[in-house]
């Protein structure tokens, strides 16, 4: 196949027939953030290199391997976005939302960029939805957030996930813990893989979330951080647990959770499943209370999380979970002739203006293969017009499930087949054991409510 007709490395098109499953869990995921108080914040794909440096920081993987940086015709270091949070907060601190009341609620559906190594699920150009909270620190916020994504998965009907919570605690208590890591590794030194020694200088939290073998091991082993919390950390962890308790969102403590990306603190999260592979984490999060401050703003408490759209679809497939079908065609108009086919295009266009789904030939194929077609659309009604329709001022409309059909005149078109097709809506609900005592008129008339 010719090269530009073949997707680059790691990208990975939505096509028409699947894209009702991932528009479906976008309007859950908007819609429950909604209910937590959350707006949507629209940002650019791409930034100043130096803020993901300084925003994700520079001894990351991220950073030192993974990023889709160029420089651009104006000889400035661009980056395609890596992840969702540097972005929203530096748009925070540009328009000055921390003068607004706080917290700041904003949630965003956003394309990132990683060159990373492509598997399932794991995409060079991947999804994300993610939820920041700006200018809290109580602990409250923390298991609000943690909630907010536990909805989502009941929401979305998703079984047998696990929340998975620690704290890193804060610049204070880390001193401490950095020192008897340092220690520990220390000891250890001779085992320890090439990354993990660079890392042992530079940050030995880190050393936690080594992939090898010999690493994770030694890692097993080492002290573990809740062990060295601060006063006001350990007092914050007890009150998460105590509200996510009040809240009955069951979780498990994991010391062994830490961040590869260096400005969280205190409460880190992970809901877990074991059902799409090894690195089974759909959902991450937790607090960044020195981000704002690092990206140049005032001292800012924050917390936030993000989830993989791609792994929740995966997950979601995995676990044969229903999505809602789109919308079928409500009326097919077939037609013969240029006459029938200018009627035809009225009456869609009218169907159109009431939010039905209406379709006529567009192609100009015979009536037969325009039967075909509203066959393969799945169609509820179709109906033919041709001249003798035309001259007579009406039509048969059939109805595609049963075979039946009924007359049914053109010049009050839009409102017989109204009615028409809200009665079989309401039949179809008597049928799944609904009663419906809904008049037709009211509907009609816009008063049911
Ligand atoms: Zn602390
Ligand atoms: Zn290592």
New binding site residues.
């Given amino acids: 196949m010719a090269l530009v007709t073949k997707s680059i490395k790691g990208t990975q098109d939505t096509l028409p027939s699947e894209s009702y499953k991932i528009q479906f869990v976008e309007q859950t995921v908007l819609e429950t953030a909604k209910n937590y108080g959350y707006k949507e914040i629209r940002v650019p794909v791409f930034e100043h290199t130096e803020l993901f440096q300084r925003g994700v920081g520079d001894t990351t993987d991220v950073v030192q391997k993974e990023m889709y940086t160029f420089e651009d015709k104006g000889g400035r270091s661009i980056t395609l976005r890596p992840e969702g949070t540097a972005g929203v907060v530096r748009s925070y601190l540009e328009h000055g939302l921390f003068n607004e009341p706080q917290p700041m609620k904003m949630c965003y559906l956003i394309s990132c960029y990683r060159y990373e190594k492509p598997q399932a699920g794991r995409l060079r150009e991947f999804h994300q939805f993610g939820c920041e909270c700006l200018g809290t620190a109580s602990p409250a916020a923390d298991a609000e957030v943690i909630s907010l994504v536990n909805d989502i998965f009941l929401f979305l009907g998703v079984k047998d996930i696990e929340l998975q919570i620690n704290s890193i605690g804060c610049p204070e208590c880390r001193k401490n813990y950095h020192k008897a890591l340092h220690e520990y590794f220390e000891s250890k030194k001779a085992d ?2 090439g ?2 020694l660079d890392r042992l200088e530079r940050n030995p939290m880190r ?1 936690l979330d ?1 992939k ?1 073998p010999v ?1 994770s091991a030694i890692a097993a082993e080492a002290p573990k951080v809740t062990d060295y919390l601060c006063d006001e950390c350990a007092e914050h962890f007890g009150k998460v647990q105590e509200y996510l308790k009040a809240m009955e969102i069951p979780f498990t403590v994991n010391p062994s959770i830490v961040r590869g990306l260096d400005y969280y603190t205190k409460t880190v999260f992970e809901f877990v499943s074991t059902q799409i592979g090894a690195q089974g984490t759909v959902c991450g999060g937790g607090r960044y209370d020195g981000l704002v401050e690092e990206v140049g703003g005032p001292k800012t408490p924050a917390l936030g999380f993000a989830m993989g759209m791609e792994r929740l679809l995966l997950l979601m497939e995995a676990q044969n979970l229903p999505f809602p079908e789109e919308a079928k065609c409500d009326l097919y108009i077939a037609s013969m002739g240029e006459k029938a086919t200018l009627r035809a295009a009225r009456i869609a266009t009218d169907l159109r203006g009431e939010g039905l789904h209406a379709q006529f030939d567009v192609v100009g194929r015979s009536v037969k293969a325009q039967m075909k077609f509203a066959n393969k659309l799945g169609a509820a009604f179709t109906m033919v017009l041709g001249d003798s329709e035309l001259e007579n001022g009406k039509a048969k409309l059939k109805n595609m499930a049963t075979g039946e059909e009924r007359e049914i005149q053109l010049d009050s078109f839009a409102d017989d087949f109204m009615r028409i097709s809200i009665n079989e809506s309401l039949k179809g609900l008597e049928d799944l054991g609904y009663e419906s005592n809904i008049d037709i008129d009211s509907i009609m008339s816009g008063n049911l409510f």
Avoid: F, N, Q, R
Wanted: glycine share 0%; net charge neutral; charged share 0%.
């Fill in positions: 320890l893989c990354t993990c050393i080594c090898s690493c």
